[in-house]
């Protein structure tokens, strides 16, 4: 193994990749930092290091909100509508995988969804799901989450599963199995890499989301973390210690998801770049 020789371009690389970092950590650690003071220093004096660790605002956020409630919502909300978004873009992309009359133009009308902005359905989204009955519950904000990232999942799903020989189907076929069993037995087990990026990236997203969950939110019974973080910050009070300790609340589960299946997520994303 050679060394690599230290260029010129290869300093500058890393010297903006360190630069980046540092514009990415630094506002974590002043959100941590900043949700151990009281919510008077904050305005006082907000770049000034704590003098002393106070878990006052984070048991403050506990008892004053149902927290766990909030909690919960998200989880239940972030499971059901990665399931269903997962679900129908893992069967959309098997189905792209044969010849059909329409694949090209529901392939294109897919991909072509991923860049219209979301606050073009606020108002379609907001209808239809008061028309079936389902505003202010954990379903109906999930059928949009499952919605919404549906077209992003599919381009994850279809860029692995393109990567799969065709072969493979064919002989399946001649070996007596129909597409059904064909799906199950080898499409399926061959894609799990893909399909567990795409996951990922959907339970943050919809963990992460707030337009939607507060369109289609009124109580307690549906409301999500995010939301909840909100309600720190009104017109006639904000306080920001107290949102502070619940967006870092909000955002371990995130950090530990990503962090546990970095790897997954980089394969499942590598692999879909390179076909056969």
């Known amino acids: 193994m050679k060394n690599r020789k230290t260029t010129p371009a290869r300093v500058m690389l890393y010297v903006f990749m360190f630069l980046v ?25 907000p770049f000034e290091a704590p003098k002393h660790l106070s878990f006052d605002n984070y048991i403050a956020v506990m ?28 069967l959309a992309s098997y189905a792209m995988m044969h010849k059909f009359r329409t694949k090209k133009a529901l392939t294109v009308l897919l991909f ?33 989450y499952a919605g919404v990232n549906l077209p992003m999942s599919f381009m994850v799903i279809k860029g692995y599963m393109d990567t799969i020989p065709l072969e493979l189907l064919e002989s399946a076929k001649i070996d007596g199995a129909d597409s059904g069993q064909a799906f199950r037995k080898i499409v399926l087990p061959i894609s799990k890499p893909g399909i567990v990026t795409a996951c990922v990236f959907l339970v943050i997203n919809s963990w992460n989301e707030l337009l939607f969950a507060n369109l289609l939110n009124q109580s307690d019974s549906s409301r999500t973390i995010q939301v909840a973080i909100r309600s720190f910050l009104t017109t006639f009070e ?39």
């Open 21 to 45: 970092l540092i514009l990415m950590l630094v506002p974590f650690l002043w959100l941590v930092l900043s949700s151990f003071r009281p919510n008077a220093d904050l305005f006082n004096a």
């Open 63 to 90: 008892k004053s909100h149902p927290m766990v409630l909030y909690f919960l919502n998200s989880v239940v909300i972030a499971a059901l509508a990665t399931v269903l978004s997962i679900c129908a873009a893992t």
């Open 112 to 144: 072509m969804c991923l860049f219209i902005p979301t606050n073009a359905f606020m108002v379609p989204y907001y209808v239809m799901i008061n028309k079936i009955g389902l505003y202010d519950s954990v379903l109906g904000i999930a059928l949009v």
């Open 238 to 276: 904000a306080n920001y210690a107290y949102a502070f300790a619940a967006m870092v609340i909000s955002i371990l589960p995130t950090i530990v998801i990503y962090a546990l299946l970095t790897d997954k997520i980089i394969g499942g994303m590598t692999a879909g770049a390179v076909k056969g």
